[in-house]
Nanobody
Framework: QKQLVESGGGLVQPGGSLRLSCAAS????????IAWFRQAPGKAREGLSC????????YYADSVKGRFTISRDNAKNTVHLQMNSLKPEDTAVYYC?????????????????WGQGTQVTVSS
């Protein structure tokens, strides 16, 4: 069974850090572009970051640029999202998704696989 599983969410104070992980089973993430999205209650899903499959090029939304870093660990079939300087407005459910390319992943509907999400809450 091919699936993605996110982990690493939790409660953190403003200014704190979390590292999310997206682990794949049943297929190799190495051949896919991997994107992170989030959705807060009452808000639209937001694309945050994406890493390419060939050259590890990365894209970041303006809302997280300079604070979040995406990376791959192909040996562990995992992609990470390091989140620093977290703000209350970062509170959301965070999802990872796999697709053919960074260009493809600009449209979340074109993702091939999705994880179930992990909750991130930034609050004092």
């Amino acid at each position: 069974q091919k699936q993605l599983v996110e982990s690493g969410g939790g409660l953190v104070q403003p200014g704190g850090s979390l590292r999310l992980s997206c682990a794949a089973s049943g297929f190799s993430l190495e051949h896919y572009a991997i994107a992170w999205f989030r959705q807060a209650p009452g808000k639209a899903r937001e694309g945050l970051s994406c890493i390419g499959s060939t050259d590890n090029s990365a894209y970041y939304a303006d809302s997280v640029k300079g604070r979040f870093t995406i990376s791959r660990d192909n040996a562990k079939n995992t992609v990470h999202l390091q989140m620093n300087s977290l703000k209350p407005e970062d509170t959301a459910v965070y999802y990872c998704a796999a697709g053919a390319s960074i260009r493809t992943m600009r449209d979340a509907k074109r993702a091939d696989y999705w994880g179930q999400g992990t909750q991130v809450t930034v609050s004092s």
